[in-house]
């Protein structure tokens, strides 16, 4: 993956798509090998739920969207 993609579509990104409420914290930046902390409450989001989001940013991303 680019950098420059990388840098446009980030984990976090796709966790507030899928829940904007949703209290985390992130290290890293890798999708496989990212840490997530759920806080105050907030349900996890299953990992496959979370790389299907990404997946999906990056193309909006490249196609323009």
Do not use: C
Not at 14 to 23: D, F, G, Q, V, Y
Not at 38 to 57: F, N, Q, R, S, V
Request: charged letters at 25%; hydrophobic letters at 40%.
């Amino acid at each position: 993956m680019s950098t420059k993609l990388r840098d446009a579509v980030k984990v976090i990104d796709a966790i507030l798509a899928i829940n904007p409420n949703a209290n985390v914290v992130t290290r890293g930046s890798d999708i496989d090998t990212i840490e997530i902390d759920w806080h105050d409450g907030t349900t996890p989001i299953p990992m496959e739920d979370i790389k299907a989001k990404y997946l999906e940013l990056q193309n909006e991303f490249l196609s323009g969207a």
